[in-house]
């Protein structure tokens, strides 16, 4: 038991702070496992394929400035519809007379008037159409805000790596704390066993009665049923850390209780450094989105250009000749001149969404501001609670030593001497407790500071 109680008494939770509060002396392991974390974790992979859909929507925009070639065709088939009558032999026909009786002939064929159908009969018209935008604002303003959408979507990922960082801690530390209670319960039911025998002892020899001995043994089963909680505990929080990592839930966790440095509390430097905080760049890129969006809205005064260059064949009956080969290059200029104050409307709309993320900048920034002063205060007491007990912790082994002394010379009811077990044990749990907690308050500021390294 004493070698026990010397270990956690040398597990003295002190950590260590820059001027803003970033955390060093970080177990190795620990960080083997965030590495872990942060490249097998389901949640984060599920980001990360939102942040690739992002990269193909940019690419998609920039593509739009390239030039475009489509194939394209079209065939009719006609019967009747309207006409365009030519009087063909109304006017060359009495010409042709005169002309075959001049020359006693008949060598001027008398002709017939011509029908021509409007609508082309067995026509054909195939192209490729290759079409260049020369001046398009809206495809500029396209890509520009695609390109915040990807800022937007790279710190959503970052906020998410940052929540799982410190969920990995504190499932960590969990572990650890559940881990020492097992530890404690299992050196407690130690005490209890060596105790039953000096009552075993003691009552055959006539010194005690029975009383002892089975308040003892009712101790030992009540230590076995805290035990056998305390084991689910170790397995409910393994699991949920390895669910973190993605990893099989039954794999064992190692917890390196021996890589702790740190300096004294007093030398922690509180600030409220939350510049590096990725919910403020989110509302920072959305605004940035809202202003290109006004100028989108406004992008109706620069006029459009596109150049074409059609490259084709079009004739009747199928043919393919040097008549039938054409191309054509042309531009084309659309210029919105009016639109009944529709643009200015949506111009209204989105200087109300920038007013509202400007708001909720602010409020967010204040919101995190106090998240980090709550992480600094809620430290102190962890750590406070931490030293206060450990040193309960001593007191209450050299209490428990002494009465044991006492108990073993016939002098102290077995009730007491339960009693100063029952403080030591209670003592060690909040030893145990208390390192995890102050733990876990130091990866809050972590959080709340956006300290971690990504």
Known sequence: MSTSIIKTTMFIIVLAFSGYGTIYGQQKKLDDYLHQALASNEGLQQKQFQLDKA???????KALFMPSISLMGSYLKDAGG???????????????????QL????????LQNVSIPLNPDNFYDAKFRT???IINAEIWYNQKIKNQLINIQQATINVYKRQLVKDVKDAYYHCYQTGKEIEIYQNALKLVNENIRVN?????????NSTSLTRAQAEKQKIETALTNATNNRKNALMYFNFLLNQPLDNDVFIDTTAINGIDIGNVTHGNDISKREELGQLRYTSNIYNLNHGLQNSHMIPKLNTFLDLGSQGFNWKVDDKSRYYMWGVNLQWDLFASNQYKYKAKQVDEDLKTVKSQEQETEKALQMQLQTAYNNFNSAFASCRNAQQQLALAEKYYKDQLKIYKEGQLLYIELLDAQNQLISAELQVSVAIANTRIAAAEIERSNASYPL
């Open 103 to 110: 020359t006693s002939s008949s060598n001027f064929p008398k």
């Open 200 to 208: 075993e002892s003691l009552y055959r020899n006539g010194v005690k």
């Open 55 to 61: 990269l193909y929507s940019l690419k998609e925009a």
């Open 82 to 100: 309207r006409a365009i009558e030519f009087p063909v032999g109304d006017l060359l026909n009495p010409v042709y007379s005169t002309l075959n």
């Open 131 to 133: 079409v260049l935008p």
